[in-house]
């Protein structure tokens, strides 16, 4: 597709199970951002791959939180042990190169019950 | 200091009048600055870029930047209803992993009939 594409689009899970969201960036991107946004909250960031550079992992909030992005393309958020206060959107993000424009998917809502 | 920053608002305008947006950054060596809206419950969509100090404009919006000043604002004109939303400032921050763009907390702006 020509955006960047996120699944699942919802997703409702108990408490303590793990979850993955995923993120298909837009073909050629060499950035890509992952984001959490709460109601009514900013843009919390996540974590930042750029290239073959070690990625930026400073916004994860907890070692339960991790993300890797497999052959420079498509990026996985894994949230282990989820927690209720992990309810939130999940956006990913991705641009052509540093200093680029970012170019959001629609989002993951992700509920934990 | 925040490495961008923006008054959170909500700032509120009368339809038809100017709406005055203002972000400021930390970083004297950015390059390129964008603005993002968000409507409530959807993702962030660009609406600006601007890369040269002074004026950018498209339609009934303007950019403004002020490397000097590390200052970049948008105006818009003939504000209408279909404006509300929250306005995100987006600069590339030189970080230990690259530039990293970095968002300001939102401006929401509110247009009254």
């Known amino acids: 597709g020509a955006g960047v594409s996120q699944s699942p689009s919802n997703k409702v899970t108990e408490k303590g199970k793990d979850v993955e969201l995923r993120c298909d960036p837009i073909s050629g991107h060499t950035a890509l951002y992952w984001y959490r946004q709460s109601l009514g909250q900013g843009l919390e960031f996540l974590i930042y791959f750029q290239g073959n550079s070690a990625p930026d992992k400073s916004g994860l909030p907890s070692d339960r939180f991790s993300a890797e992005r497999t052959g420079g393309s498509v990026s996985t958020l894994t949230i282990q042990r989820t927690q209720q206060e992990d309810s939130a959107v999940y956006l990913c993000?991705?641009?052509?190169?540093?200093?680029?424009?970012?170019?959001f998917g629609n989002g993951t809502r992700l509920t934990v019950t | 200091q925040k490495e961008v920053e923006q008054n959170s608002g909500p700032l509120s305008v009368p339809e038809g009048a100017i709406a005055s947006l203002n972000c400021t950054y930390s970083?004297?060596?950015?390059?390129?600055f964008f603005w993002y809206r968000q409507y409530s419950g959807k993702s962030p969509e660009l609406i600006m870029s601007?890369?040269?100090?002074g004026d950018k404009e498209d339609g009934r919006f303007t950019a403004q930047l002020n490397k000097a000043s590390q200052y970049v604002s948008l105006l818009i004109r003939d504000s209408q209803p279909s404006d509300s939303a929250t306005y995100l400032c987006?600069?590339?921050?030189?970080?230990?992993?690259?530039?990293?763009?970095?968002f300001g907390t939102g401006t929401q702006l509110k247009v009254e009939l």
């Open positions: 987006a600069v590339p921050i030189l970080t230990g992993g690259g530039n990293k763009l970095t």
């Open positions: 993000a991705s641009s052509l190169d540093e200093g680029s424009p970012l170019h």
């Open positions: 970083d004297r060596g950015s390059q390129s």
């Open positions: 601007i890369y040269s100090n």
